[in-house]
Nanobody, 126 residues
Framework: QVQLVESGGGSVQAGGSLRLSCVAS????????MGWFRQAPGKEREGVAS????????YYADSVKGRFTISHDNAKNTLDLQMNSLKPNDTGMYYC???????????????????WGQGTQVTVTS
């Protein structure tokens, strides 16, 4: 059974950092696009960052470039998101997701993915 489980969310002051982690189980993610997506109250879900597992292609939303870093650990089959210089408008529920259909699915360009985690809340206070 495919499962994606996120952890690492929390509350932090503006300018602070958080690291999100997602463990994938039930299948190999090599050859998939995996990414982080977020949804703030009253807003549509948006893509934050994605990676092509096994190929290394990285994709970031303009709003997070230079502040967030996505990475994948092949041995552990985990997807991480290091978030630095956090801003109040980074607040939202963050979801880990994966998709096998190829670019641009499951990237900030097209935030549609086959598999989704339950989400972890990130709150940035000013």
């Amino acid at each position: 059974q495919v499962q994606l489980v996120e952890s690492g969310g929390g509350s932090v002051q503006a300018g602070g950092s958080l690291r999100l982690s997602c463990v994938a189980s039930g299948y190999t993610t090599r050859g998939h696009f995996m990414g982080w997506f977020r949804q703030a109250p009253g807003k549509e879900r948006e893509g934050v960052a994605s990676i092509f597992v096994g190929g290394g292609g990285l994709y970031y939303a303009d709003s997070v470039k230079g502040r967030f870093t996505i990475s994948h650990d092949n041995a552990k089959n985990t997807l991480d998101l290091q978030m630095n210089s956090l801003k109040p408008n980074d607040t939202g529920m963050y979801y880990c997701a994966a998709d096998s259909r190829g670019f641009p699915f499951c990237t900030p360009l097209r935030p549609e993915c086959n598999d989704w985690g339950q989400g972890t809340q990130v709150t940035v206070t000013s």
